[in-house]
């Protein structure tokens, strides 16, 4: 027997109507230099729909990728619905890549137009004669217009003359809204490709209490960038919702997180640790008003137990740690507490608050050992972890690698994990990560975890590097928070020792300026890696 509901298609465009018809006052912010640009979601609604109707002008056809190069801000969330909305295919670039990776990503997803701030052009410029299908750049200024690309519109111009009004199109849910390429460890990077119904049905999964639980009276400030897998699919959440929403623009500075939070009374931000580790070492030297603050959703990587102990001790904030993937939209497993946990001594909760959280609802887990066994879920037992969901890509866009990755159904993270015997995973290190000493494992995450839990140390990343005797060692490079009276090594060898077997312990320890990030912000051991590939351990 059918089931004899509506076969109603999940689509941005009821996300979008929702916020206009329920919500038009509600404020949208922008920093913008020293001031906020203010507008609401009637306003944002108009300029989406001129913006639909500006790009069908420009033959943008369903399907057609239509790219943005973009910080956080109102014109971005525009783009967002106005091209996935009229059945294009919104295409984040991220604007840390080296040149050659940006050339490959435009080129292989076959951009038509590109929508870039104005501030970043001189990005597209020096690439542009490379792209070889893009027929428009369009340039989100707000001032007049300067560039040397003869295929170059302003924004505002496009949009100026248009209805603001639009006959949005009846779209197949299984239509591609999105797409966004990995940050990429080795190779090209591998794009993800993001469809109607995965976007809605991931913006209703992070509005679950258990999940991100946002509310429609939050003001939510996405910190994680729009070109890193769709800033988490906060601005979806966040408008189907009708939070208001404050975007950072490219004022990411400790400072001006302190200030946004304080002045725009901000409830809910996300990014990744080494933002927070750094507004952390602000807000203990000055007072500001935190007070608006209900939770700061962490993930990217892992978040140092040492971190979120001392945002709750200290300043009161809670931080809530999750893991996710380009490939999972991203949310996999979200860290609120379960009442049994919250019955635990505090130093036990705090533990199981460092790991990555229990599975969100609607994403099925796995950890699987060698022979592709499923390990037992007792807090030891590490396997890589797969996972599957409606809102997880089943394969990478036309890219041959996707058969190593998609298996059975089920998506290979890399990622080795542990899941105790409530479901709280653990991620241990990335397959690629972990340190093979001897016949035993080590985990650099947790090494970097407790050395960042050293009221010295500011950042600590530990990398594998080759040994005659063990075939890999770890060793462990930091940067100390006062750099003129660093902690001494024997003080991190003191810190250690309590939570590790000896043989885990890093074998050397070096101080340094700064450790590499990526460009979504996560220390970047591929580089740090190559730094030290020839670096011989002291006996
Ligand atoms: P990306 O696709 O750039 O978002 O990177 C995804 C990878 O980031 C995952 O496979 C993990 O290795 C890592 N990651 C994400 N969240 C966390 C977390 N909370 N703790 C540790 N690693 C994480």
């Excluded at 019955?343 to 592709?372: F, H, L, S, T």
Aim: contains cysteine; hydrophobic residues 40%; glycine residues 8%.
């Amino acid at each position: 027997m059918q089931g004899l509901m509506m076969d109603y298609p999940l689509t941005l465009r009821t996300v979008l109507d929702r916020a206009n018809r329920l919500f038009p006052r509600r404020k949208l912010s922008t920093k913008i230099g020293a001031s906020m640009h203010r507008y609401t979601y009637a306003d944002f609604y108009d300029r989406v729909s001129k913006l639909a109707n500006a790009l069908a002008r420009l033959g943008v056809q369903p399907g057609d990728r239509v790219a943005t190069l973009a910080w956080n801000s109102y014109r971005h969330l525009e783009l967002y619905f106005g091209i996935p909305c009229m059945g294009a295919v919104c295409h984040t670039l991220n604007l840390r890549l080296p040149p050659d990776q940006l050339i490959y990503i435009i080129n292989h997803a076959e951009d038509k137009a590109i929508c870039v701030d104005q501030s970043l052009l001189p990005l597209l410029e020096k690439i542009s004669d490379h792209l070889k299908t893009v027929e428009t750049i369009i340039v989100m200024a707000d001032a007049p217009l300067q560039t040397t690309l003869t295929n170059a519109i302003s924004y505002e111009e496009l949009i100026t003359g248009e209805q603001a009004d639009f006959a949005w199109p009846e779209l197949d849910e299984r239509s591609a809204a999105a797409m966004c390429y990995t940050s990429g460890t080795t190779g090209n990077p591998k794009g993800v490709v993001y469809s109607h119904r995965s976007s809605y049905l991931h913006a209703v999964g992070a509005c679950m209490t258990d999940s991100l639980g946002l509310s429609q009276n939050d003001i939510v400030m996405p910190v994680v960038p729009m070109f890193h897998v769709m800033a988490w699919g906060i601005p979806y959440a966040a408008t189907f919702l009708g939070s208001e929403q404050v975007f950072p623009g490219p004022h990411l500075q400790p400072r001006d997180l302190a200030d946004l939070i304080q002045n725009e009374r901000v409830s809910l931000t996300a990014g990744v640790p080494t933002l927070w580790l750094g507004l952390f070492g602000l807000l203990e030297q000055e007072r500001f008003d935190m007070s608006s603050l209900r939770v700061m959703i962490v993930g990217g990587s892992a978040a140092p137990r040492s971190m979120i102990e001392n945002y709750q001790k200290k300043l009161g904030l809670r931080i809530c740690h999750a893991w996710g993937m380009t490939e999972t939209s991203p949310l996999g497993t979200v860290g609120n507490l379960k009442r049994e946990v919250l019955e635990m001594p505090e130093d036990q909760q705090y533990a199981v608050r460092a790991k990555q959280g229990i599975p969100a609802p609607g994403i099925e887990v796995r950890a699987v050992d060698e022979n592709g066994a499923e390990v037992a879920w007792d807090g030891k037992t590490m396997g890589e972890l797969q996972v599957r969901g409606p809102w997880v890509a089943s394969s990478y866009y036309n890219d041959p690698r996707s058969s190593a990755s998609f298996v059975d159904g089920w998506f290979r993270t890399g990622d080795v994990v542990s899941f105790d015997e409530d479901g709280y995973m653990q991620i241990v290190d990335r397959t690629k990560d972990l340190v093979k000493s001897g016949g035993e494992w080590i985990s650099t995450v947790e090494l970097e975890s407790v050395i960042m839990g050293h009221p010295g140390v500011l950042e600590a990343a530990v990398i594998a590097v080759p040994h005659a005797k063990w075939q890999e060692r770890p060793l462990a490079l930091v940067v100390a928070r006062d750099k003129v009276a660093p902690p001494t090594k024997e003080a991190i060898y003191d810190h250690l020792a309590p939570h590790f077997a000896k043989w885990q312990l890093p074998d050397e320890i070096l101080f340094v300026e700064a450790i590499p990030k990526t460009s979504v912000g996560k220390f970047d051991k591929k580089v740090v890696r190559e730094q030290y590939k020839d670096y011989t351990l002291p006996e």
